[in-house]
């Protein structure tokens, strides 16, 4: 049963009650089996109010992505203390990732699962979170390269490295999110802890100039 309906409730505070059904039901059941109906009932308000204030079931949906995607950033971000060395800046970005994936489940699926699957303009939204994710990962390995007691490589070839581990980076953090959260016991900080302990040694080695380089033809 829904929540009890308040029609004195603010309007803001009522499309969150609404978008916080959503999520759930999103996340739980999937964008093509979630109905109106379930998300209305569940939000304690009825069906032509969610398309009054959310239009369609597209731009609820919509709106979930962005809502989630800017509370995940934020979170990532508000982790991090720029005054840390690189490797503190590191970890404490990747356990705000895992500890705020691990708290909104419903949200995480949202965005790494039923985003992706059902097309465009779903994705792209996703897309865009992704990008700025990649970007600040970027600035703190960056920070990393400077604090590294060696010559620098050439410019284009730092550009690329960095851009490089970036992705490879929240590419890593996105799976070990999904792996984390259906798999009992795993705390966020131990999913942190696994990649850090993965990505910072290949970090420290190719900061100190130890980089593998693939055998010769």
């Known amino acids: 049963m829904g929540a009890v309906k308040n029609k004195r409730m603010p309007r803001a505070v009522r499309e969150q009650q609404m978008l916080d059904a959503a ?35 597209e ?7 962005r809502r989630e995607a800017a509370a995940l950033t934020a979170a990532v971000r508000a982790g991090v203390h720029p005054g840390l060395p690189a490797d503190r800046q590191l970890w404490e970005g990747l356990r705000a990732f895992f500890t705020h994936t691990a708290q909104n489940p419903d949200g995480w699926a949202v965005l790494h699962l039923q985003a992706r699957t059902h097309g465009e303009p779903f994705a792209a939204e996703v897309a865009a979170m992704r990008e700025e994710l990649v970007a600040f990962v970027t600035q703190l390995i960056a920070v990393a390269a400077r604090e590294a007691n060696r010559e620098p490589p ?16 929240v590419g890593a953090a996105e799976s070990l999110a999904a792996w984390a959260n259906s798999t009992p016991g795993v705390s966020a900080k131990q999913a942190a802890a696994t990649l850090m302990n993965f990505a910072w040694a290949g970090l420290g080695n190719l900061m100190d100039g130890r980089a593998w380089n693939p055998p010769k033809p």
């Open 154 to 169: 050439p410019p284009e070839r730092a550009e690329n490295e960095v851009a490089g581990l970036a992705e490879a980076l």
């Open 23 to 57: 999520v759930r039901t999103f996340g739980q059941r999937g964008y093509r089996a979630a109905s109106m109906d379930e998300i209305a009932d569940l939000a304690g308000v009825s069906k032509p109010l969610v398309y009054l204030y959310l239009n369609s079931k």
């Open 59 to 65: 731009d609820l949906f919509t709106a979930c992505i």
